[in-house]
């Protein structure tokens, strides 16, 4: 693609892409006639060129994933807005933004959910903590005020809304009714009867990246997708630097 690509390690394909302050015509092309008018819609040119370099990167992706040529693919969602590829029932992906960095997801064996934020100072992390967070969550957090306390924030909410996005409902399911780990780390979560494995990257640029996947609810499954999961994440320091 005609910008800045790096795959990221994940036990699904999952791409992080910088967007370019043009748009490349060669990507725009493969655009549907719904996703240019959409793309209209947004109040600077800015966030509608990361729309649409957000929807071409998932669609040049999915073809190298699923073989569907990106113009000829055709996506529906649900309706809490998670992205389909018609047709392809195996085929899961999922999309997230902020600032001027995309993140594309793509399996063909899991439902999963992708989320990056951009880390930040917040005012009100405390007061969105105790809406947003559970009480074993909120103890597990820097003392509020403290110069660490907004990127813990950060670190647990980018793992949940990966989490409830891979689920398909988005923030239809409260972020306190269920638990998560805090630091990032590979770990497995229990959240509206799924079985839910997920990790969070620091990108160390300002940037924090989380997956999420559902997993068959079974131990031995659990166990070995585990220690796979634990692999990939021992080897993404090093993976990050290049």
Not at 156 to 179: H, M, T, Y
Request: include cysteine; aromatic fraction near 6%; hydrophobic fraction near 40%.
């Amino acid at each position: 693609m005609g910008c800045r690509t790096i795959k990221l390690p994940a036990p699904f394909d999952l791409w992080r892409i910088d967007v370019s302050p043009q748009d490349d015509q060669r990507l725009m092309a493969c655009l549907s006639g719904e996703e240019h008018a959409r793309a209209a819609k947004f109040r600077t040119e800015a966030l509608a060129r990361r729309y649409r370099t957000a929807h071409a990167a998932l669609r040049i992706l999915g073809e190298r994933r699923c073989g569907i040529p990106a113009a000829q693919q055709v996506y529906h969602t649900n309706a809490f807005g998670k992205p389909c590829l018609a047709n392809v029932s195996q085929a899961h992906c999922s999309l997230s933004y902020s600032g001027e960095s995309v993140l594309v997801g793509w399996s063909l064996d899991h439902e999963i959910g992708i989320d990056l934020e951009r880390v930040r100072v917040l005012d009100d992390a405390a007061e969105l903590a105790d809406l947003h967070y559970t009480a074993r969550e909120r103890a597990a957090l820097p003392c509020p005020g403290s110069r660490h306390y907004s990127r813990a924030f950060l670190t647990l909410w980018v793992r949940k809304e990966a989490c409830v996005k891979a689920l398909g409902q988005g923030l239809n399911i409260a972020p306190s009714s269920f638990d998560c780990d805090v630091d990032p780390r590979l770990a497995l979560a229990e959240i509206d009867g799924s079985s839910v494995e997920s990790d969070v990257y620091d990108l160390k640029d300002g940037i924090l990246v989380a997956w999420a996947r559902i997993i068959q609810n079974n131990w031995s499954d659990r166990n070995r997708r585990l220690a796979a999961g634990q692999s990939v994440t021992a080897g993404v320091a090093a993976a990050l630097r290049e």
